[in-house]
């Protein structure tokens, strides 16, 4: 069945980096939309990254400059490095797949900036 499992989150201070890795099985991957969202508690869900299927990418405002991603379509793997990480950027980061009428998510995995 469809599946996508994230990895890589957890406690990190203000300006450190980490970096998030989601794993898809069940789905042609090559020809899927990757992207990584975020929610904030109290707040909506919100598009972090994207990456097309033809590697073409796509950044929220308050990412760019900062945040990387990529996708490994031989491991059927997609990726988010993640630097110079603020506060603010503390939220759930749920990996999503997308093709026209299939829309796949993940569980979501913890990213915490705290000092």
């Known amino acids: 069945h469809v599946q996508l499992v994230e990895s890589g989150g957890g406690l990190v201070q203000p300006g450190g980096s980490l970096r998030l890795s989601c794993a898809a099985s069940?789905?042609?991957?090559?020809?899927?939309?990757m992207g990584w969202y975020r929610q904030a508690p109290g707040k909506r869900r919100e598009l972090v990254a994207l990456?097309?299927?033809?590697?073409?990418?796509n950044y929220a405002d308050s990412v760019k400059g900062r945040f990387t991603i990529s996708r490994d379509n031989a491991k059927n793997m997609v990726y988010l490095q993640m630097n110079s990480l603020k506060p603010e950027d503390t939220a759930v980061y749920y990996c999503?797949?997308?093709?026209?009428?299939?829309?796949?998510w993940g569980q979501g995995t913890q990213v915490t900036v705290s000092s």
């Open positions: 069940g789905i042609i991957f090559k020809i899927y939309h």
């Open positions: 999503n797949a997308n093709l026209v009428n299939n829309n796949v």
């Open positions: 990456i097309t299927s033809g590697a073409s990418t």
